[in-house]
């Protein structure tokens, strides 16, 4: 009897130990880099359709989690979305609210593209205060950023402007002699150049922390909407660019290290429709001439949404001239968009200095015209609703050290992305608002 007991307690011991050095095996897969890369429009079904044939995300799938949707913020566009990723805040916080900055006296191509612009923390400023080596490959508003490699998203400010402001100097010049065989101009519209580049920093470097920031999907959705053949050789072409990206981390010998993460900032619409409010308010009396700045009221469009701003915010007889408009239009009219109250803005934590915004039902999107017909036929297709619909949900897909494999996230939020990315690097940032979704990381 004793020896059975004995025979069994070492069985069972032996199991326990073995259950223990597994156990400790996991954990001790350390999380040494995390490299996140934005597919710009990237949306829950180019993953999820298995008709879009993105063999690199599938992989990704399969060996680590992914989630069947995220909330985009309001307006949910390229900057204030990939602001909210780095910092776990909304844009009210933030204050990058659009990718344009608002101008009352007509545009003039004014853009949020530098660091300052952000009135909140970054993971790049916890990275570094860290001591970890940082880069981001063009990033919005993120010229002179806290980061040791740097080439920024500089809008249409120009190549000149780019190279003065990617980190260290001479980046760009050193590229194009060792990445691009001597080339007088990089074409970083292409995806796949922009993973050469990030190859050739992973492999120099090995950062830390990484953030890359693919443009052409957006590109030719917006040419084309939410499928196209150039929409499906886009996609074919990010989830290469991907597979770059994942070589590169295999080369360098950190990917058994490396948390890599796809993701995006925001879906698409399909466009059948353009509206601009804009010449509503000029037929009203309310916008005479911007320019001179005789005006008491007038939308700021941006595609998929549109905002009110009131030349004098206490002038509430304009504010009401405006609302009589909207309910005065036809229903033909007043079926492409839908009115967001200042409430649900301040709880979605949007632009806090408009009175309230519109956004598009029905194929339509907005544009800043202010003469001709208000209502004109359109195409392709278009982002900034009001993130609540699974067509402008964008996509998130993680794999590697730390993460739960087979986990499926429902849904999660924009602002999650830089709890994450803090809890896989052990940073501190207190004022992110996100939370690691339940299940998704060991």
């Not at 297709?381 to 590697?400: E, K, L, M």
Request: charged share 20%; aromatic share 8%.
């Amino acid at each position: 009897m004793k020896k059975r007991s004995l025979r069994f307690l070492t069985r069972t011991g032996a199991a326990l130990l073995l259950s223990l050095l597994c156990m400790t095996a996991v954990f001790s897969q350390k999380v040494e880099h995390v490299v996140l890369i934005t597919i710009d429009g990237f949306r829950p079904n180019l993953y999820m359709d298995p008709s879009w044939n993105t063999v690199h995300l599938h992989q990704l799938m399969k060996d680590g989690a992914y989630a069947e949707g995220v909330n985009s913020v309001f307006p949910s566009m390229t900057y204030p979305s990939h602001t909210t990723i780095v910092t776990g805040v909304q844009p009210a916080k933030h204050g990058v609210y659009f990718n344009s900055m608002f101008e009352p006296n007509g545009p003039t191509g004014k853009i949020y593209w530098y660091d300052t612009s952000i009135h909140s923390p970054t993971v790049w400023e916890a990275a570094e205060k860290k001591g970890m080596k940082v880069a981001s490959l063009f990033w919005p508003v993120s010229a002179d950023a806290p980061v040791q490699y740097n080439i920024p998203d500089n809008g249409s400010l120009g190549e000149a402007n780019r190279e003065q402001y990617s980190r260290p100097a001479g980046l760009v010049d050193l590229l194009k002699k060792e990445v691009f065989d001597g080339v007088s101009k990089i074409e970083y519209g292409k995806d796949h150049n922009v993973a050469r580049i990030a190859a050739y920093v992973i492999e120099k470097e090995r950062p830390n922390l990484m953030t890359i920031h693919f443009f052409s999907v957006d590109h030719y959705s917006h040419m084309q909407g939410r499928d196209g053949d150039s929409v499906r050789m886009a996609v074919k072409d990010a989830d290469s660019s991907v597979g770059i990206v994942m070589d590169a981390l295999k080369k360098a010998g950190i990917w058994d290290k490396t948390t890599l993460i796809i993701t995006g900032d925001h879906g698409f619409e399909n466009v059948t429709t353009s509206v601009s409010p804009n010449i509503w308010l000029v037929r009203a009396g309310l916008i005479t001439d911007v320019k001179t700045d005789d005006w008491k009221a007038q939308f700021m469009c941006v595609g998929g949404s549109a905002y009110l701003y009131l030349k004098d915010r206490s002038d509430k007889e304009t504010l009401k001239k405006v609302r009589e408009v909207l309910d005065g239009l036809s229903p033909e009219e007043k079926k492409y968009f839908r009115i967001i109250e200042r409430p649900r803005l301040d709880a979605i934590g949007a632009n806090p200095l408009v009175e309230f915004a519109l956004s598009a039902e029905n194929g339509g999107s907005f544009g800043n015209s202010m003469k001709g017909e208000a209502i004109k036929p359109g195409h392709g297709g278009t982002h900034g609703h009001f993130p609540d619909t699974q067509n402008i949900r964008t996509g998130y897909v993680i794999c590697g050290p730390g993460v739960k494999k087979g986990a499926v996230i429902k849904e999660m939020n924009q602002r999650d992305q830089a709890a994450i990315i803090c809890q896989l690097l052990g940073l501190s940032m207190p004022t992110v608002d996100g939370k690691v979704p339940a299940g998704l990381l060991q």
